[in-house]
């Protein structure tokens, strides 16, 4: 299944470059650990590959220190995008919570989502302290 995380020094599953998504997670965050163990219960298909940047075999296009300090996800052939962008890119392939992903993309929602994302980074460590 794309979704599985892969083990610190194993090559990546053959499937990994078949997944329409890719999300880039602190491992090492226990709120992120639980997000992730969410979205990959949903990810039925198998749609995402979820690498976590925590792991020193962690394969990072951007230097270690962003992708820790934002949420990322990447569609296969497109760039890289962040916080409230990747959150949608991600519902996107979950069919559950497509409709959310294609509703960030009306006009002036995904700055909404942004918004709050970016709040949400502000209470993230005291969150943190409470999931650890």
Not at 110 to 126: C, I, M, N, S, V
């Amino acid at each position: 299944m794309a979704s599985e995380q892969k083990t610190p020094g194993a090559p990546a599953p053959a499937n990994a470059g078949r997944a329409k998504l890719t999300v880039w997670f602190d491992g090492g965050c226990p709120l992120c650990r639980r997000e992730i163990a969410l979205f990959r219960k949903l990810d039925r298909r198998g749609a995402i590959w979820f690498e976590d940047i925590s792991l020193s075999t962690a394969s990072c296009p951007l230097d270690r220190a962003q992708l820790l300090a934002r949420f990322h996800a990447q569609e296969a052939g497109k760039p890289i995008v962040s916080g409230a962008a990747a959150f949608a890119a991600m519902w996107r392939v979950i069919p559950l919570l497509r409709p959310f992903g294609e509703l960030a993309r009306a006009p002036g929602l995904l700055w909404a989502f942004e918004l709050l994302y970016t709040g949400f980074l502000k209470f993230r460590p005291r969150l943190q302290k409470l999931f650890s």
